[in-house]
């Protein structure tokens, strides 16, 4: 019975690091959104990507202001990677709360793991214009 069963807990072990990694990246994009809100100054989530050889993807949160200063480094990591980013990997949030630039609906950051798996998923995070946050899971796993 444990070999039948071996496979399905692996997956949903590797689903769960997959959604665990896009909530962490939700939760950053909306912590910036309030300290924008709260600080009255603009706020941005700058998500760096690993490069090869390192051992995690970087979000960091700066405030906008003159000069602009970071407030919180959070490291994300490796076992999956980003498919989509917004334009110039940076997510910025005014002091209404609101998502720049307006001209554009919703921006989307995908993920997908866990990597070099033979099955992976992906997990779309959108930032809408009037800067909410959401979290589109598969609709089907795999």
């Given at each position: 019975?444990?070999?039948?069963?071996?496979?399905?807990?692996?997956?949903?072990?590797?689903?769960?690091?997959?959604?665990?990694?896009?909530?962490?990246?939700q939760?950053?994009?909306?912590?910036?959104?309030?300290t924008?809100?709260?600080s009255?100054?603009?706020?941005?989530?700058?998500?760096?990507?690993?490069p090869?050889g390192?051992?995690?993807?970087?979000?960091e949160?700066?405030l906008?202001?003159?000069?602009?200063?970071?407030?919180?480094?959070?490291?994300l990591?490796?076992?999956?990677?980003?498919?989509s980013?917004?334009?110039?990997?940076?997510?910025?949030?005014?002091?209404?709360?609101?998502?720049?630039?307006?001209a554009?609906?919703?921006e989307?950051?995908?993920?997908?793991?866990?990597?070099?798996s033979?099955?992976?998923?992906q997990?779309?995070?959108?930032?809408?214009?009037?800067?909410?946050?959401?979290?589109?899971?598969?609709?089907?796993?795999?």
């Amino acid at each position: 019975m444990a070999l039948v069963a071996a496979p399905w807990f692996s997956r949903t072990a590797q689903r769960g690091k997959l959604r665990s990694a896009a909530r962490e990246v939700q939760s950053t994009l909306l912590a910036a959104r309030m300290t924008a809100v709260r600080s009255g100054v603009p706020a941005s989530v700058r998500i760096a990507p690993a490069p090869a050889g390192t051992a995690h993807h970087r979000l960091e949160t700066w405030l906008e202001a003159s000069p602009a200063r970071l407030v919180t480094e959070l490291r994300l990591t490796t076992q999956v990677r980003f498919l989509s980013l917004p334009t110039g990997n940076d997510v910025i949030f005014t002091a209404d709360g609101r998502r720049l630039p307006p001209a554009t609906m919703h921006e989307d950051i995908v993920i997908e793991g866990p990597v070099g798996s033979s099955v992976a998923n992906q997990i779309t995070i959108e930032t809408w214009e009037n800067g909410r946050v959401s979290f589109v899971l598969p609709t089907v796993w795999r």
